[in-house]
Nanobody
């Protein structure tokens, strides 16, 4: 089992930046692909980005390509999401999760961190 805790959310103006962190506890973290997801009010949770276990390969949903970067530090059991040029439509609760590689599904969810982008 992996226990995940997200942090780094907040209120930012459009065009601003935030970096989210996801700290993982539990064995074998470095063996898992990890991902970020988000859920806006009244919407379904959607995939944002994923990174393989080694950190060398990533994929993103189209709406964040060129603005968001996922990374990981296996020595720190942490996954990051660097977000730049934020837009009001990026407002959501952001979650990290384990991801079966190549999919846009997740499991072992954290509690989420709120990101609010004002226009």
């Amino acid at each position: 089992q992996v226990h995940l805790v997200e942090s780094g959310g907040g209120l930012v103006q459009a065009g601003g930046s935030l970096r989210l962190s996801c700290a993982a506890s539990g064995r074998f973290f470095s063996s898992y692909a990890m991902g970020w997801f988000r859920q806006a009010p009244g919407e379904e949770r959607e995939f944002v980005a994923a990174i393989n276990w080694r950190g060398g390969t990533t994929y993103y949903t189209d709406s964040v390509k060129g603005r968001f970067t996922i990374s990981r530090d296996n020595a720190k059991n942490t996954v990051y999401l660097q977000m730049i040029d934020l837009k009001p439509e990026d407002t959501a609760v952001y979650y990290c999760a384990r991801v079966p590689w190549g999919t846009r599904r997740g499991d072992s969810w954290g509690q989420g961190t709120q990101v609010t982008v004002s226009s």
